[in-house]
């Protein structure tokens, strides 16, 4: 959906950026977090420039899967300078994360301060320029995602990533979020299986350690795009929690193929998705 001339206000912060993509799941721990950074560090390396937003305010994980524990935010005239993650400064991160001075520690706020916070986020973080900026959002339908929804959708057209994992009770939930995007006008990118299996690293056997197929089912269901499985695959595991760049790193392990051709269906469905 294109924005009509003057459909939306003057973005301040975020003129410089193209597009913003909101990562979404119904269920906490189906690896929302893993994706957002895996599909920034895909996109980086495709040469495009790269924002990641998180505003899973109580489970900030991003600034450790992605190396930048401990680093610090800076002020400038137009706010804050989000961290940069590599030394090309092809992703920016700005998380709460940042701002606590102690990592460990708890988010504890009360709904209207989170929500002041978000709204900061979206004002107040010099972006620059930016191909996509990657929303990691809490799970559920909190009042952190109308928050986030209330705060950016004036400037930009928004793009949701549903993550589910295979098993029912994940994929009710993400039938939920689905009905949530289409009331608050999300447009689905699609929707993404994560630990989809796990494949033997000796025989390349792959064993359906939960089940397979029901996020493409629900896909099909709610008439939106499916993106592909991610399997569970130890080495990711392991790089996120070294924050290292497992696109990178990585290309010969089970989960690369998959989140290679997530991001290229990304690259490939926006342009539709606004036109
Ligand atoms: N495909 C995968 N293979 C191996 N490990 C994975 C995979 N996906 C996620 N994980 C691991 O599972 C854990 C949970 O993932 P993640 O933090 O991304 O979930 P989340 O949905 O963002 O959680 P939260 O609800 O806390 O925000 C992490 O330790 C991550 O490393
Ligand atoms: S899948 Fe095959 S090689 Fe892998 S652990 Fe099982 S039996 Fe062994």
Redesign the pocket.
Known sequence: MEAAAGEYGEPGNLAGVRHIILVLSGKGGVGKSTISTELALALRHQGKKVGILDVDLCGPSIPRMLGSQGKAVHQCDQGWVPVFVDQEQSISLMSVGFLLENPDEAVVWKGPKKNALIKQFVSDVAWGQLDFLVVDTPPGTSDEHMATMEALRPYRPLGALVITTPQAVSVGDVRRELTFCRKTGLQVIGVVENMSGFV????A?C?NVFSRGGGEELAQLAGVPFLGSVPLDPELTRSLEEGRDFMQEFPKSSAFPALTSIAQKVLNGIPALFS
């Open positions: 033997c690293p000796h025989c056997e064993t």
